[in-house]
């Protein structure tokens, strides 16, 4: 097997199933959560939104551990920044104003679109120079 064999295998993101199931369904949800207002109140959605980006900054964070691959090891950090954001707005603890967690959810979601473009000029694994 060789060296680029074994970091497709140890990739997360190289499986559909796993794409699906670790960074669609989390995705899907936070599409879903713009259809809640009637029934959960702003702090809520809030609080669901910090906990799917923490659970996709955390399988992202995973994977480039794994593998190494320059697309997680960018929107890794970046979901958990995220979701650090939104819990400090979600508890009291910060306030960016009436559109702030929307700003920090597409600014989140900016920096993941551009970790694809780096990932697709700088190729998809990492490597150290030598």
């Not at 199931?21 to 009637?38: M, R, S």
């Not at 906990?51 to 551990?65: D, E, K, T, Y």
């Not at 508890?91 to 920096?111: C, E, M, N, R, Y």
């Amino acid at each position: 097997m060789s060296n680029a064999e074994a970091t497709n295998k140890r990739d997360l993101a190289a499986n559909r199933l796993h794409r699906i199931l670790i960074w669609g369904v989390p995705f899907a949800a936070l599409i879903g959560l713009n259809f809640t207002a009637e029934l959960l109140q702003p702090n809520e959605r809030v609080e669901i939104a910090a906990v799917l980006f923490l659970w996709m900054g955390a399988a992202c964070s995973l994977n480039a551990l794994r593998c190494r691959r320059l697309h997680c090891m960018i929107a890794g950090p970046a979901f958990l920044i995220g979701a650090a954001l939104l819990a400090m707005v979600a508890f009291g603890l910060a306030d960016f104003g009436k559109h702030g967690p929307s700003v920090i959810i597409w600014v989140t979601f900016g920096v993941v679109a551009g970790s694809f473009i780096a990932e697709r000029i700088a190729g998809k694994y990492w490597r150290r120079p030598a």
